[in-house]
């Protein structure tokens, strides 16, 4: 039997609809696809079940190709917002090099 990752995320209980929703991720060779999955149940149902409900839903579209999904980006590393690498980076090496530079 061969595991596959999965990750569970932004999971809720839609109390209009009486289901429990949530996206989740398989993460395979080809890269990771996301699925928005919904289980109609109680709200009384145990996370645990629910849970394996949610990801037996995704498994089960994630093997039939489902042109639903939304394939993720490619992780990339974080940079902090309003600061470019490289200006960081220029402003570093004039320090380095002892030329002045404007504050």
Partial sequence: MQTVPLELSD???????????ARVTVHGRTGARSYACAIDAPITMEFADAADGLVTQALRRHARGRADATRLPTATPAQRAGRATTWRKLIVDRLVAGQPHAA
Avoid: E, K, L, P
Avoid at 11 to 21: E, L, P, R
């Fill in 11 to 21: 999971v809720i209980y839609n109390a209009a609809t009486q289901s429990f929703a």
